[in-house]
């Protein structure tokens, strides 16, 4: 039986929504203190403006709408997919307010790539943004990857008890530990101890590249954001290639893995075997497709030379891990060919693993597709009545049952489709099938690698097509789906 919500169901929502609102609005204090040290007072109001309007529609909302219903799973799942949409907008005022953007949707659109951890970017004159306005744009992409709402859980106390809908409606479907709320804090937990790591490391290495010690420390710190993330913004408009900087490019790949590999393997390594990352099946699915798809691009690239190989490679890692660094010149990548841009294409689509900042099709999903064709050869290999099970190692032996086929596959199909419905768009505007569909599967995958098509001159239906895209394949598709069903039975009554 569907359930029919009346006026006490979206009173509780919207009062849960307004918490959470409060709790994201806390995130905009950072840039306020940072525009305070640095003395950035117009930037400062920005955030002030920000700040006040995302605080006061969070307070507006918890007081005129009480919680008159036990939140449920339902509730969960529609206030993610709203919640979404609304922290992007408000995130986007503060962007809109700095002049780099010829329009709200155009802010819109950097709020939603920032929070998706996308990376596709509408913003004019990069290199003259403020540190402040710098700061939020990659605190947004910290605070998507970690969880918008699960950002703010673990702030607020109210709504806990329906804190696993939350969880798995943003696209986490494995608890790390049984209590989603400690969960919560182990990802946050992982990330901060990264965070020390990565900023001292690319710190480090841009200091030693020339930067100045204040410069290299707030490089570094956006970096790692963007990297651990894989979220692909960065604060110079050449994006990494700026820093003209092999140390910097290895030492983003390996953040760039770290954020593509599952949270609940981080728990294993940290706390039980170390050996799990030699046996786990994502893992493995994740060596051999970038084995698979750099002997391709090698093939692809070879008679331009050994060091355009080496900025494919780059390019390849960041389009698995679902980051969008690029080391490359501004339509240098239009130049690939076609077959080296299908492998990156490919790469983009499969993404990284569960549970983890990445978006894509996901490694265990690409894993037991390819796992279950096996297996169906192998049954009709088999005597008539025999019955066969394969199995895989994913923290512990599982069996690949009819269940987690069914899963991967309608997945696998969602996502294919959206790639597909993207590109056809984007053709119907006169871009090449190819750049098209290049551009659909790095908005829907949450990538960011970009072949031109995203500008400010691109039409505003397209724009507007990409943050769907991007909301979309964020969330990964099965809260909005049951958002829409729920919209749809109060239609209904």
Same mark, same amino acid.
């Given at each position: 039986?569907i359930?029919? #919500? ?8 919207l ?15 950072? #840039?306020?203190?940072v525009?305070?040290?640095?003395g950035?007072?117009? #930037? ?6 920000g ?5 006061? *529609? ?23 997919s %709203? ?13 809109? =307010? ?9 802010? &819109? ?7 998706s ?9 990069l290199d003259?943004?403020s ?5 939020w ?6 605070i998507?990857g ?5 950002a703010s ?12 809908g ?6 986490r ?5 049984p209590?989603?709320i ?5 990802? &946050? ?7 020390i790591?990565g900023? @001292?490391?690319?710190s480090?290495?841009l ?14 710190l ?5 990297s ?7 604060p ?18 390996v953040?760039?893995?770290? !954020?593509? @590999?599952?949270?609940? %393997?981080?728990?294993? %390594?940290?706390?039980?075997?170390k ?15 970038i +084995? ?8 692809s690239?070879?008679?331009?030379? #050994?060091? $355009?190989?080496?900025k494919?490679?780059?390019? %390849? ?15 240098? *990548?239009?130049?690939? /060919? ?9 790469a983009? $689509?499969?993404?990284g !693993?569960? +549970? ?20 169906e050869?192998?049954? &009709? $290999? ?21 269940k987690?086929?069914k ?6 199909f ?8 993207g ?5 119907g505007? !006169? ?7 290049f ?5 829907t995958?949450?990538?960011g ?6 500008? /400010?001159? $691109?039409?505003?239906?397209?724009k507007l097509?990409y943050?769907?895209?991007?909301w979309a ?9 049951v958002?829409? !069903?729920?919209? =749809?039975?109060?239609f209904?009554?």
């Amino acid at each position: 039986m569907i359930i029919s #919500p009346d006026r006490r169901d979206f009173s509780t929502i919207l009062n849960i929504l307004g918490r959470l609102i409060l709790g994201l609005s806390l995130f905009m204090i950072i #840039p306020i203190i940072v525009a305070l040290i640095k003395g950035e007072y117009s #930037p400062l109001l920005d955030f002030l403006i920000g700040f006040a309007f995302s605080a006061g *529609l969070g307070m507006l909302l918890t007081l005129i709408f009480p919680i008159k219903k036990e939140a449920s799973w339902i509730h969960a799942f529609f206030i993610v997919s %709203l919640g979404w949409i609304v922290f992007s907008l408000l995130g986007a005022i503060p962007l809109y =307010l700095s002049t780099h953007f010829s329009s709200f949707i155009d802010a &819109w659109f950097e709020s939603m790539s920032g929070f998706s951890t996308t990376g596709l970017i509408l913003i004019q004159d990069l290199d003259h943004l403020s540190i402040s306005h710098n700061m939020w744009r990659h605190l947004t992409m910290f605070i998507g990857g970690q969880g918008i709402i699960l950002a703010s859980l673990s702030i607020l106390t109210r709504a806990r008890s329906v804190a696993l809908g939350f969880y798995i409606g943003e696209a986490r479907q494995e608890k790390i530990l049984p209590n989603v709320i400690a969960t919560s804090r182990f990802i &946050w937990k992982v990330s901060f101890v990264y965070l020390i790591l990565g900023v @001292i490391t690319f710190s480090t290495i841009l200091y030693n590249q020339g930067l100045s010690g204040q410069r290299s420390f707030f490089h570094a710190l956006w970096l790692f954001f963007a990297s651990f993330d894989t979220g692909g913004f960065t604060p110079q408009a050449q994006n990494i290639a700026y820093y003209h900087s092999f140390s910097l490019e290895i030492a983003t790949v390996v953040f760039m893995i770290l !954020g593509a @590999i599952n949270f609940n %393997l981080h728990f294993w %390594l940290w706390n039980k075997s170390k050996k799990e990352i030699f046996r786990n099946f994502e893992i493995r699915t994740f060596f051999f497709s970038i +084995c698979s798809l750099s002997l391709i691009l090698y093939f692809s690239l070879i008679k331009m030379g #050994p060091a $355009m190989f080496r900025k494919g490679f780059y390019q %390849l890692i960041s389009a698995h891990s679902g980051c969008g660094f690029t080391n490359l010149a501004s339509g240098e *990548l239009n130049h690939f /060919p076609a077959l080296g841009l299908l492998a990156i294409i490919f790469a983009m $689509m499969i993404g990284g !693993g569960i +549970c983890s900042t990445t978006g894509g099709i996901k490694l265990m999903r690409v894993g037991i597709v390819f796992k279950s064709f096996f297996m169906e050869i192998k049954r &009709w $290999m088999m005597p008539f009545r025999a019955v066969y099970k394969d199995r895989f190692h994913h923290l512990q032996s599982l069996v690949l049952s009819d269940k987690r086929i069914k899963e991967a596959y309608l997945f696998f199909f969602i996502f294919i489709f959206t790639y597909a419905a993207g590109a056809i768009i984007a053709m119907g505007f !006169g871009y090449p099938a190819s750049e098209a569909l290049f551009e659909s599967v790095s908005a829907t995958a949450n990538v960011g690698l970009s072949v031109g098509i995203t500008s /400010p001159a $691109m039409p505003l239906v397209l724009k507007l097509v990409y943050i769907f895209q991007m909301w979309a394949g964020r969330l990964e598709f099965i809260a909005i789906f049951v958002s829409l !069903g729920f919209i =749809l039975s109060l239609f209904r009554r």
